[in-house]
Each structure stands twice: as structure tokens, then as C-alpha cells.
């Protein structure tokens, strides 16, 4: 099977700007997430989608949402950005369905955000 | 909520020798699992190992395995017989059994494999 896909890989952008990223979970996954890495903060969650529905939510502002599609591919759109937004944002799918799932998550190679 | 604690930023190890990272914890659930994923330089994270915290017997993967003490809340890495492709960036992670599929990362341990 493919693995979990991400574009575009790289984006430059200045403040105030709006981004869209895409990713694109392994075929028959439904859970996707969301993660922002830095080197400051490490790896911190964003959203989880499934079944076109947001299920759990990290603590980030308004600015942040996301979407998922009917063939499980997700969006995540940040708006007017800011200097701090700059990061490594990840995707991560599963096949996960229930709470008692031992099932773990999938990285995509991620998409590199520069704020200027 | 959770946290996870690493409190190693860098480690070094003399190729084929061994390694531990350290993992802690914190949580009041008695139920979830624990991961330990792998990112290269430059290259995206992969799942190196995973425990179910009600199982009491240790995960092991080839060279990889765990030391998972639930009482003390640790959760470590050993990596025997060190090779130049172990070198990374290892984070350790925790899912709740309960809550969803969220989890929860350390800061993550660099691992450099010496020749």
C-alpha cells in the first residue's frame, strides 16, 4: 500500500497570509491527524478527523481548522498567519474506529510551513 | 492532561553497542498504550515499537525492545547491536485507551550512532 502522503512538501508564506495543506491517508484508513512539530514545542496535536467528523481537538486557536473529504483525505487550513506558525505539520493516518484499538498511526513526510 | 517526559535531548552510542532512552509519563488512566517512533534526518517518523500497558510482558522488535514499568511510569528504549541507521530523532508517545485517538509526544531523544 502507498503510505500516508502530504502536499506540498515546502511553503514559503508572510504573515497575514492563509495556507492550505493536504494530506492523504493510506488507502482504507479512516482517522486522520493532525500535528504541528517545532523545536521548541516537539510534537503537539491539532485535530483528529473521522468519517468527515472532528473527533478530538488540541488546544490552538481559532485559526486552525481543518476538513475531511468522503474519501478520507484532510485538509488543514491556517489563516492569517503569524512568524510562530513556522513549523513541520504532520499527518498521521489510522484504520482506527473504536476507543479500544491498540491500532497505531502512520506519518506522512509532512509539510514544511516558512512565515516570513 | 497527559505529558510525556524525555529527559535525554542527545545520547550517543559506539556503533554495535547499547543504547537506552528514557521515557516517563504522567497519567491517571490505567488503561493505554505506549509508542516509541523514529524520525530521521529529513526523512518521515516511523513506529519502531509499541506497548499495551495491560500486558505485563516487555515489547520486543529484533534489535528493539522495551522497559515498560507501569507502576513507576517509565517506559524505556534499548537498541542493541547499534547501527549507523539508528541514528534519529526517537520520540516516545502515549494514547489514552479512553479518550481517542490523540496522542501525546515527548521532546524526543537525538540518538547519534558513533562509528
Known amino acids: 500500500k502507498a503510505g500516508v502522503t502530504q502536499t506540498p512538501r515546502y511553503l514559503i508564506k508572510t504573515r497575514g497570509q492563509q495556507v492550505t495543506l493536504s494530506c492523504s491517508p493510506i488507502?482504507?484508513?479512516?482517522?486522520v491527524s493532525w500535528y504541528q512539530q517545532t523545536p521548541g514545542q516537539g510534537l503537539q496535536f491539532l485535530f483528529e478527523y473521522f468519517s468527515e467528523t472532528q473527533r478530538n481537538k488540541g488546544n490552538f486557536p481559532g485559526r486552525f481548522s481543518g476538513r475531511q473529504f468522503s474519501n478520507s483525505r484532510s485538509e488543514m487550513n491556517v489563516s492569517t498567519l503569524e512568524l510562530g506558525d513556522s513549523a513541520l505539520y504532520l499527518c498521521a493516518s489510522s484504520f482506527y474506529q473504536r476507543v479500544l484499538s491498540q491500532e497505531t498511526q502512520y506519518f506522512g513526510p509532512g509539510t514544511r510551513l516558512l512565515v516570513l | 492532561a497527559q505529558t510525556v517526559t524525555q529527559s535525554q535531548p542527545e545520547m550517543s552510542v559506539q556503533e554495535a553497542e547499547t543504547v537506552t532512552l528514557s521515557c516517563t509519563y504522567d497519567t491517571s488512566e490505567s488503561d493505554y498504550y505506549l509508542f516509541w517512533y523514529k524520525q530521521p534526518p529529513s526523512r518521515q517518523m516511523i513506529l519502531v515499537i509499541r506497548q499495551e500497558a495491560y500486558k505485563q510482558q516487555n515489547a520486543t522488535e529484533n534489535r528493539f525492545s522495551v522497559n515498560f514499568q507501569k507502576a513507576a511510569k517509565s517506559f524505556s528504549l534499548k537498541i542493541s547491536d547499534s547501527q549507523l541507521g539508528d541514528a534519529a530523532m526517537y520520540f516516545c508517545?502515549?494514547?489514552?485507551?479512553?479518550?481517542?485517538?490523540?496522542?501525546?509526544f515527548g521532546t524526543g531523544t537525538s540518538l547519534t550512532v558513533i562509528p
Open positions: 508517545a502515549y494514547r489514552s485507551a479512553a479518550t481517542g485517538n490523540q496522542f501525546y
Open positions: 488507502s482504507g484508513h479512516r482517522s
